[in-house]
Structures are given as structure tokens and as C-alpha cells.
Nanobody
Framework: QVQLVESGGGLVQPGGSLTLSCAAS????????MGWNRQAPGKERELVAR????????NYADSVKGRFTISRDNAKNTVYLQMNSLKPEDTAVYYC???????????????WGQGTQVTVSS
């Protein structure tokens, strides 16, 4: 089992910035991918960004490229999402995810955090 604890959501004005954090604990495979997904009211959940352990390969949704930056501290099993130039359409519940890969290359089912609300409004 893996536990994920998120923090950093809140209310911010358009053009502002927020940083989300997510700390993982429990049975953590050394090779894993951590990321952020979001779900806005009335919309499907979507991938925002993800980052692998090791070399830190990243992927971003087109809608956040150039504005959001994902990073991680492998020693702390913590992932961060720096969000700049926030727009009202970024308003959503943001969920941290953790997906491990075992020594045989088998990929775990992803674990999800409880979610943190981000609201972008004036």
C-alpha cells in the first residue's frame, strides 16, 4: 500500500501562482512515476503532468505546457507542481498519483490522493 498526502491548494487570482505538494509513504518501489491529474466540475479527469523517478522524465498536458512545472525529491518521495499564470479554466480538484514498477517490470495499479481544490477566480 502507498499513502499519498497532498497540500497546497487554495484560491488564487488569475495570473497568480500556486505550488502543490504530494508526499508518498508506504511500500514504494524505487522505480515509479508520480503525477497530477485534475477534474473540473462536469468534466472528465485528465492528466496534468507526471514525472518518473531516476532521470525524471516528464510529460505535460498541452493546456499547461509553459505554465506548470512538475518536479520531485526522490529522497523524500515527494512530487511538486508549480503552477504559474493560472487561468480560471485551471479550476479543478487536483489529485496526486503514484504508480510503481516492480523488479519484474510489472506496473502497479495507480494510487490516488484525496485531492486538493484549486480555484482560480477574481
Amino acid at each position: 500500500q502507498v499513502q499519498l498526502v497532498e497540500s497546497g491548494g487554495g484560491l488564487v487570482q488569475p495570473g497568480g501562482s500556486l505550488t502543490l505538494s504530494c508526499a508518498a509513504s508506504g511500500s514504494i518501489f524505487s522505480f515509479n512515476t508520480m503525477g497530477w491529474n485534475r477534474q473540473a466540475p462536469g468534466k472528465e479527469r485528465e492528466l496534468v503532468a507526471r514525472i518518473t523517478s531516476g532521470i525524471g522524465r516528464t510529460n505535460y498536458a498541452d493546456s499547461v505546457k509553459g505554465r506548470f512545472t512538475i518536479s520531485r525529491d526522490n529522497a523524500k518521495n515527494t512530487v511538486y507542481l508549480q503552477m504559474n499564470s493560472l487561468k480560471p479554466e485551471d479550476t479543478a480538484v487536483y489529485y496526486c498519483t503514484f504508480t510503481g514498477t516492480d523488479a519484474y517490470g510489472r506496473i502497479q495499479s495507480p494510487y490516488w490522493g484525496q485531492g486538493t481544490q484549486v480555484t482560480v477566480s477574481s
